[in-house]
């Protein structure tokens, strides 16, 4: 039985691996192609950006700034051997060489600098959409009859379907431009571990968090409401019930339990969309993070910067999936491997 | 109409208003409404322009309902092709079963993953604000049919196991035709929700990418709406009417849309008589 076990944990353990490779090898190619596809030469609209800015330029020195830009950008070598350097470097170096518009910070450490913060508004928000949205979904599913439970049902009707970057406009409109409290801009103060600075950055990410908390709680609502109701009329909820178990013991042992598998499935599908409305609201709020990175890169035509931003988030996407994937069979004690 | 519940019932109305505003309304004007400098700039709304002018020197008004218009052909576009193709593809994956399904799962499984905002800005980056509607429209359908395969292949493996799915196959009925005539009966309540969610996230990313300038800034979207009010500072100066317009166009056609899709699965419910 035990051998069983395992041979049904590795099937499901190779066929996410699959997935997930997949989902990394297409996701890289995209990037690595599509710019080759395009009708402009990013090389030729660097020279001549640089041309038109400085009108006296040596011939030679064009020549030698165009081959250093081919050098910088990958280009060097057959379309074969530039997909194979592409890679190498994106798996194993994780060098995108210096930023053009930052020249010469490596384009490795501006994203290094915007991950924590895109890490940060992430989890945070999506953890505590996911918490709240589910406790709310449960006692609605729960007590469906009650009329709180109608209310709250109601306003993640009409949340939900409002898109992040409409919600953070609104919130911008309120909040930075009619009633200024919060900033339009992020400015942080202190350093380190200081009070000052903790509380600049929670000050800082408060509206961008608010919106997409607020957001995502109204999906969740709505599918744990949808299970929970399902759960609720099971016989085992109907013969604990008859067994004379309060009726809170029931909520939290039979019904929570049950219901928040599918959900974890649920958050692994729906973090690219998560991460998806992030970028955008990012970009709203100029949010230091990755998705302001990669704004500014492609208004800037960094090419260095663009594929690397866009690479590292597809990456960092993809392997969080993964991972809620394989936490799965873990958290359900009947073991279904699938 | 009798057994329509109330948000089926709201949705259907507001969506019809729109519906009659973004369509129909936009026939009746000549002219091209997102031309620059036609009327003076930053008039209040007044009854000869009932949402005033933008600062290009439009009127709001109908560049409302021309965005409208084309937001919802995005949308539709996207929602029919994704899910015809999502649903096809479904149903032979789930009835085939064997290498193609495993194909076809992984491809999909994919394609579900893989974030499509960063990939979606990279090509609209890359081609500068300048992408068509129907090229951006043709990515978005590369994008979503996998969610509506991915469901109806579950449905189509648990209807393989049925008896007349037997009769038809030991009767000589081709797989076309299995899956057309026999399993698809049984997945059309659930692709015309798809349909419906469909439209909703295909203008819901279009808008997304609009704002930030990363769709066809050429175009009146609503996306694109947002995105010229704020380059021009509506917020700042105070032009609410252009700036709130299109938000206030958007967040009602989404309530609207979501209210559709859950009514009438609560419709279809009460119908099977649960």
């Known amino acids: 039985m035990k051998g069983m076990l395992h041979v049904q944990f590795l099937k499901f353990f190779l066929s996410r691996l699959a997935v997930f490779i997949m989902v990394v090898f297409i996701g890289v190619t995209t990037v690595f192609f599509i710019p080759r596809l395009m009708p402009s030469n990013p090389v030729e609209g660097m020279v001549s950006q ?167 709680t109204g999906w969740w609502v709505l599918s744990m409401k949808a299970i929970t109701t399902g759960i609720a009329e099971e016989d085992y909820v109907v013969f604990a019930r008859l067994k004379g178990l309060s009726e809170r013991k029931i909520m939290t042992k039979y019904v929570l339990r049950n219901a928040t598998l599918p959900q974890v499935t649920m958050l692994s599908l729906q973090l690219g969309t998560i991460f998806s409305g992030a970028i955008v609201t990012e970009i709203l709020f100029s949010y230091p993070g990755v998705g302001t990175l990669i704004y500014n890169a492609i208004l800037q035509s960094d090419y260095n910067l663009i594929l690397g931003t866009i690479t590292v988030s597809i990456l960092a996407v993809s392997t969080a999936t993964f991972l809620i994937d394989l936490l799965y069979p873990f958290l359900d004690p009947r073991i279904r491997y699938k | 109409m009798k057994n329509w519940n109330l948000q089926l019932k709201i949705g259907v109305f507001i969506l019809a208003i729109f519906l009659i505003f973004g369509v129909i309304l936009p026939l009746f004007y000549t002219g091209n409404p997102i031309e620059w400098g036609k009327f003076p700039k930053n008039l209040k709304p007044s009854s000869a322009h009932i949402f005033g002018t933008t600062n290009l020197g439009q009127d709001t008004f109908w560049v409302l309902l021309k965005s409208i218009q084309n937001s919802f052909f995005i949308g539709l576009l996207v929602a029919f092709f994704a899910t015809l193709i999502g649903v096809l593809l479904g149903m032979l994956s789930g009835f085939r079963g064997g290498i193609l399904d495993r194909v076809i799962t992984l491809i999909m499984d994919t394609f579900i993953v893989i974030p ?147 009514g009438s699965q609560q419709y279809s419910a009460l119908r099977r008589g649960k």
């Open chain 1, 50 to 216: 640089l041309q038109a800015n400085s009108s006296l330029m040596d011939p030679a020195a064009v020549a030698k700034l165009r081959e250093v830009l081919t050098q910088n950008f990958g280009l060097n070598g057959t379309l074969f051997e530039q997909y194979f350097g592409f890679i190498k470097r994106v798996v194993f170096t994780q060098d995108f060489g210096p930023s053009l518009s930052m020249y010469p910070t490596p384009v490795s450490k501006l994203i290094g600098t915007a991950l924590p913060w895109s890490l940060g508004l992430l989890l945070t928000t999506t953890l505590l959409a996911w918490l709240i949205g589910n406790a709310i979904g449960l006692l609605a599913g729960f007590r469906k009859d009650k009329t709180y439970s109608r209310i709250l049902e109601g306003i993640a009707i009409t949340l939900y379907p409002i898109p992040y970057y409409i919600f953070a406009l609104v919130l911008v409109i309120f909040f930075a431009y009619i009633l200024p409290v919060f900033p339009l801009t992020t400015i942080v103060v202190g350093k380190g571990l200081s009070l000052q600075h903790i509380v600049s950055i929670i000050y800082n990410s408060f509206l961008p968090a608010i919106s997409m908390i607020l957001i995502g």
């Open chain 2, 116 to 262: 499509s905002l960063p990939i979606l800005i990279l090509l609209a980056g890359l081609l500068k604000g300048r992408a068509s509607v129907l090229s951006i429209s043709l990515v978005l359908i590369i994008f979503n049919w996998p969610w509506p395969a991915r469901q109806v292949r579950a449905m189509a493996l648990t209807l393989r196991e049925r008896d007349f799915i037997d009769t038809a196959l030991f009767s000589g009925e081709s797989t076309f035709k299995i899956i057309t005539r026999e399993i698809f009966p049984f997945v059309t309540s659930w692709s015309l929700a798809n349909f419906i969610n469909t439209i909703l996230v295909a203008i819901r990313t279009e808008s997304g990418l609009a704002v930030i300038g990363m769709s066809s800034n050429e175009q009146a979207t609503l996306g694109t709406m947002i995105y010229w009010a704020i380059q021009h500072q509506a917020m700042m100066a105070g032009r609410w009417w252009w700036i709130g317009s299109p938000v206030v166009a958007i967040t009602l056609i989404f309530i609207s849309l979501f209210l559709i899709l859950s």
